[in-house]
């Protein structure tokens, strides 16, 4: 079948069969990653397909790469808890959904993206665009900082401080020193400060606390969806529940 002669009935909907709804195309299982790859081809900026179940999601992510390599897949994961659960939400659950609303409030780096989300993944509130932008911060060699307001930044978005920084969304100050690992990074960076300037940064090893590569720019983006800059009213003793305050507490929240 050449997909090409379907991109048409795609885009302008096909005549309406018994039981289908209008501008619905019928496609066994087996036809959608292929054909959501040839309507990807067509298209650009950031695609969200939305699949009623999480196990039909991860099925897709694994089909995908091989249909179109060149785009990354990303998996919009949902929360752990139920709706009516009042539970935390999962380390790699809050850090995986930041990083992926921080890439999609950027616009231009997650072009190339494919993010697969469950109906539920996509039902829960979350940070505006707005918000998300403007918990975002870029830190360059030479610039000058405020240490004490960059450590609160921090702390507003999301970021928790510890004796050595050993996962995401950590950060450890040392005198003209601060380690931190950002949310959109594979590996942690140790930022040098010379008074209140930016002297050196470079990531480094979390098991051997090594330094290694120099870089000249981190972007710091939120570590969790419920950060305390925007979810002050959370009390302080449910600090692990901001996810769960968040509708009653963000008027600003996003569905």
């Known amino acids: 079948?050449?997909?090409?002669?379907?991109?048409?009935?795609?885009?302008?909907?096909?005549?309406?069969?018994?039981?289908?709804?209008?501008?619905?195309?019928?496609?066994?299982?087996?036809?959608?990653?292929?054909?959501?790859?040839?309507?990807?081809?067509?298209?650009?900026?950031?695609?969200?397909?939305?699949?009623?179940?999480?196990?039909?999601?991860?099925?897709?992510?694994?089909?995908?790469?091989?249909?179109?390599?060149?785009?990354?897949?990303?998996?919009?994961?949902?929360?752990?808890?139920?709706?009516?659960?009042?539970?935390?939400w999962g380390e790699q659950t809050r850090q995986q959904r930041a990083e992926i609303l921080a890439k999609l409030a950027a616009e231009t780096k997650a072009e190339n993206h494919i993010i697969l989300a469950s109906v539920r993944a996509i039902m829960a509130v979350t940070l505006s665009p707005d918000q998300m932008r403007e918990s975002?911060?870029?830190?360059?060699?030479?610039?000058?900082?405020?240490?004490?307001?960059?450590?609160?930044?921090?702390?507003?978005?999301?970021?928790?401080?510890?004796?050595?920084?050993?996962?995401?969304?950590?950060?450890?100050?040392?005198?003209?020193?601060?380690?931190?690992?950002?949310?959109?990074?594979?590996?942690?960076?140790?930022?040098?400060?010379?008074?209140?300037?930016?002297d050196s940064m470079r990531e480094f090893e979390p098991a051997t606390q090594r330094s290694s590569r120099r870089i000249r720019n981190l972007e710091l983006t939120p570590a969790r969806e419920g950060i305390p800059n925007f979810l002050a009213k959370t009390p302080e003793h449910e600090s692990e529940l901001h996810e769960y305050y968040m509708p009653r507490v963000n008027p600003d929240a996003a569905g």
């Open 1 to 88: 079948m050449d997909l090409s002669s379907l991109l048409p009935a795609l885009r302008q909907g096909v005549e309406p069969q018994e039981g289908i709804s209008s501008g619905i195309l019928p496609l066994p299982a087996s036809a959608r990653a292929p054909v959501a790859a040839s309507l990807i081809s067509e298209l650009s900026g950031p695609l969200l397909i939305v699949s009623p179940r999480f196990d039909r999601v991860l099925t897709l992510a694994q089909e995908l790469p091989y249909w179109i390599p060149q785009s990354e897949v990303a998996i919009f994961p949902e929360p752990d808890p139920l709706f009516y659960e009042k539970l935390p």
């Open 136 to 198: 975002i911060r870029e830190l360059q060699i030479d610039q000058m900082v405020e240490i004490q307001e960059l450590l609160e930044f921090l702390l507003g978005i999301g970021y928790e401080p510890a004796s050595i920084v050993t996962n995401r969304g950590q950060y450890s100050r040392r005198g003209g020193i601060l380690d931190v690992w950002s949310n959109s990074r594979n590996s942690p960076v140790r930022i040098e400060l010379f008074g209140d300037q930016i």
